[in-house]
């Protein structure tokens, strides 16, 4: 597999809305939120955005307080962490006014459980003026959008949706190393449900499969004849 980015419509999309962030006009609010299933390719895309913005990337746990997570940010920032969370945030607010960077937050979902981590956030926002980009489960938007104070402060949102056809025929070429009939794509298709990180690991069988038998392209009923199965509890 070629460990290349495909610009499938998430990606592109995800693109714009970074965009929008970083360039805003004075007095626009700049919080961003991503959502998506699990598998929609949200880690990866902010992975490849990280590298385009020189970003801030911190990933919320289950055990997180607000002293934690100003910990991993200090940490991110190259700050050794200090014995209070205000202190904390005063130094994270310093860095940033001095080099804005935006600031990426995994796995939002857990700072549902604690109030003070969100409204953390939107302080860092207000005082720092960076971008803050939540990243969450599908679901949580319906969630944050009753938290008057921080959702006014979301500009730009986006729902990672389920790769299509499309999607899927740009991932294959960008990543699969062997070419695959327009069959197999759709099978590949359906069978991922639209989830890029299934469409992973099946073309990965599929190229490892064409590979082993030497083949430059793989048809679907080449495949079918192997009697394999692309993933895990699935018909072949």
Known sequence: MKNQLAKVKNVVNFASTLHELVHRDAGMPGMGLVYGFTGSGKTTTIAWSL?????????????????????????????????????????????????PRPLFV????????????????RDLHDLANVPVILIGME??????????????????????????????ALLAETCCAVQLGDDLLQLLHKQSGGSIGQMVVGLG????????????????????????????????
């Open 139 to 168: 679901g949580i938007e319906t969630k944050l959008v009753h938290r008057k104070q921080l959702a006014r402060r979301i500009s730009q949102w986006l729902e990672f949706a389920p790769c299509d056809v499309q999607d899927t």
């Open 205 to 236: 069988r599929l190229e490892s499969y064409a590979r082993a038998q030497r083949l430059q392209k793989l048809t679907l009923s080449q495949w079918q004849d192997s009697n394999r199965k692309l993933f895990l509890g699935r018909a072949a």
């Open 51 to 99: 590298n385009q913005l020189n970003g801030l990337y911190v990933r919320a746990t289950s055990v997180w307080t607000p002293f934690a997570m100003y910990r991993a940010l200090l940490k991110e920032l190259g700050i050794s962490p200090l014995h209070s969370a205000a202190k904390m945030m005063d130094a994270a607010v310093e860095q940033l006014l001095s080099n």
């Open 106 to 121: 995994d796995e939002t979902d857990y700072l549902l459980k604690d109030s003070r981590m969100l409204e953390g956030l």
